[in-house]
């Protein structure tokens, strides 16, 4: 078992940005398959990057490529997604989720644990 546990979220204006936290409590990231996800208001989750602890292999969704990254820092047993230039369309709710296996993985459904969520909110 993991507990996942996210923050940084926030409002934020349209062309800012805003750094999440992901922290594992119980158990190291190793091995695992993190990624992040969101769910804007009135949608389903929708995916947004992951990658493997080895950092090998990473995926992004095409609506936040060049703009987003997302990162780790073993020490700490936290992952980052960095969000840059952030858009109306970015607001949600931002979950952290791992999995044991390989990538790729961007279905909700490919996920075993999930953080609470950090509402992330891109106004003017």
């Known amino acids: 078992q993991v507990e996942l546990v996210e923050s940084g979220g926030g409002v934020v204006q349209p062309g800012g940005f805003l750094r999440l936290s992901c922290a594992a409590v119980?158990?190291?990231?190793?091995?695992?398959?993190v990624g992040w996800f969101r769910q804007p208001p009135g949608k389903e989750h929708e995916f947004v990057a992951t990658?493997?602890?080895?950092?090998?292999?990473?995926y992004y969704a095409d609506y936040v490529k060049g703009r987003f990254t997302i990162s780790r820092d073993t020490a700490k047993n936290t992952v980052y997604l960095q969000m840059t230039s952030l858009k109306p369309e970015d607001t949600g709710v931002y979950f952290c989720?791992?999995?044991?296996?390989?990538?790729?993985?961007?279905?909700?459904?490919?996920?075993?644990?999930w953080g609470q969520g950090t509402q992330v909110t891109v106004s003017s």
């Open positions: 989720a791992a999995r044991s296996g390989s990538l790729p993985a961007t279905h909700r459904s490919d996920y075993d644990y």
């Open positions: 119980g158990r190291t990231f190793g091995y695992l398959v």
């Open positions: 990658f493997s602890w080895t950092g090998r292999s990473t």
